[in-house]
């Protein structure tokens, strides 16, 4: 008979959420996963795997699918919530009347909110106050690699050292390693925005524009993402690691990114809505490059690689304009 203390509960079902689950419960963790639809929860306590998001994977055997919130909460007190990050808030609502003294939470969602351009930590604590422990998890990982066990890094941040300490052990094995940081900021800004930078690459690589232009596009973008974590009070050092450098050339580079993809879609003359439907999964840079374009204005960060992805979306702006606007920029020393 497990106990609260020794099971872990992951909250969002989708393909992220389900290889981070797989990860703890293969590290010999009892793991709850729990999924908001009961057809996506009983398909998978049938097949015993999650063939909607990581067909063909079974599961470990300590980990236990769950559609009773209430009950999932009850039995787990350490919380992971891997949810889109529009959806964050109300799933974060959703748990507070369960919560007690020995709860910590701690989200894989990369994102940020639209409309407030909060980040998820500040949601966090707007709604759960300040006494419960907290911590991101991120990193350069794709869903479906780690399920499959194959190695891999992520970094958990925390300001509270002893939780991130107990998540990062918690999720380590012989084929993940596990780092900690107690820059939360930055690593969520890293995890966010690397998303929007992933779009901007694909539709370079859409239109065929080469290597050359795509390792242009991953340096760039990551010293306008810097400059806005940094201003944001972000560690400038946390941007050259795991969640910021590291998963910036992972979701640029292949095309298990669904961001990727979308922008190449784009980029070979496809409208937003259209590529949207062929991918038919969550696109969170989509959200995040019009949150990130304001947000930036907000605390005066220029982020040029951001504003012609927003404008491409947001504006009608065709690809091939954007590109023109980004390679007549004056010459300026590159540190600026």
Request: hydrophobic residues 40%; glycine residues 8%; negative net charge.
């Amino acid at each position: 008979m497990t106990t609260p203390e020794q099971t872990f509960a992951v909250l969002g079902a989708g393909s992220w959420g389900t290889a981070l689950a797989m990860q703890l419960a293969r590290a010999h963790h009892p793991t709850l996963l729990w999924s908001h639809s009961k057809d996506h929860y009983e398909d998978m306590l049938v097949t015993k795997s999650n063939e909607r998001f990581l067909p063909g994977i079974p599961f470990p055997d300590n980990l236990t699918v769950t559609f009773d919130l209430e009950q999932t909460i009850k039995q787990a007190y350490d919380l992971l919530v891997v949810v889109p990050s529009h959806a964050f808030r109300e799933t974060v609502n959703n748990i507070k009347p369960q919560l007690t003294g020995h709860h910590r939470l701690a989200w894989g969602t990369k994102g940020l909110e639209q409309g407030t351009r909060k980040l998820l930590h500040q949601i966090v604590r707007e709604e759960l106050g300040i006494t419960i422990p907290i911590a991101a998890v991120s990193g350069p990982t794709f869903a479906r690699e780690l399920a499959m066990n194959l190695p891999g890094a992520i970094t958990v941040a925390s300001k509270d050292s002893p939780f991130a300490d107990d998540l990062a052990n918690a999720l380590h094995s012989e084929n993940f390693l596990t780092y900690t940081s107690d820059d939360v900021i930055g690593v969520e800004i890293g995890g966010a925005s690397k998303n929007v930078m992933a779009i901007a690459a694909g539709i370079a690589d859409g239109m065929n524009f080469g290597t050359n232009t795509r390792a242009a596009l991953i340096t760039r973008g990551l010293n306008e993402i810097m400059r806005l974590g940094v201003a944001l009070g972000g560690q400038r050092e946390t941007f050259m690691g795991l969640s910021g450098l590291g998963d910036l050339v992972l979701t640029c580079s292949d095309d298990q990114s669904r961001n990727r993809r979308f922008g190449i879609a784009l980029g070979k003359g496809n409208n937003p809505e259209k590529a949207k439907q062929e991918i038919n999964q969550t696109i969170e840079g989509i959200g995040t490059a019009k949150t990130l374009y304001f947000l930036a204005q907000d605390v005066g960060v220029e982020m040029p690689i951001t504003e012609q992805v927003y404008k491409i979306l947001y504006e009608n702006v065709a690809p091939k304009e954007a590109v023109h606007t980004l390679l007549n920029r004056n010459p300026k020393s590159e540190t600026a």
